[in-house]
């Protein structure tokens, strides 16, 4: 049982240094198709929850959160740090509540679907995490950012902007990536099972 705890507690851990290498990488070294830039972040938060349970994917969210509202303090998100000035509080609430609910939601779907079949529990999960984590920022934009999103459209249409800028340009490529990880992460998730 201890032995259990301790490999949850360093997969974690090494869960979360994948992230900030991935989160720092793609703060400095974009991967650009096109004006889309691709994060591969969120791939740890729904490999941990699945493989290590739901308070994992919560506490992985939760770093991920930390990650994110760090990059808004220090500028390397432009937009963040936008969000940032307007309002530090609430700048915090808005990356944590997004960072911890998708990879709470990512746990507690493969949770549910895993002994219906893996592969489908993956993918669900795959799906819930970026579903989760752009609709919880976008209703704290909604919420406490309108002028900051009043800027982001340039004065035009904000709900526009939001479905052209933030989900065609931001979360559909997080969805892909998410799905076409989807089933190597149930392989890697098989294989630790195995150990």
Known sequence: ?????????????????????????????PIKIGPVSLSLVLIPIVLGAATYGIAAGGVLGGAFGVLTYIFCVNGMDGGGH???????????????????LCGLAAGAVYKVLHNVNGYLAMV????????VNTGVFLAGMFLWFMDVLSV?????????????????????????INLLFSPAGQRILRA????
Do not use: D, H, R, T
């Open 1 to 29: 049982m201890k032995n259990q705890k301790i490999q949850k507690m360093v997969g974690v851990a090494l869960l979360i240094a994948v992230m900030v290498v991935l989160q720092f990488l793609a703060a400095v070294f």
């Open 82 to 100: 936008m969000v940032f000035q307007a309002s530090p509080a609430l700048c915090f609430v808005v990356v944590m509540a997004k960072g911890i």
């Open 124 to 131: 669900c999960a795959a799906i819930v995490c970026p579903v």
């Open 152 to 176: 982001w459209a340039e004065g035009g249409n904000v709900v526009g902007y939001v479905l052209s800028g933030l989900i065609v340009i931001n979360f559909l490529p997080e969805l892909g």
């Open 192 to 195: 630790i099972k195995k150990s």
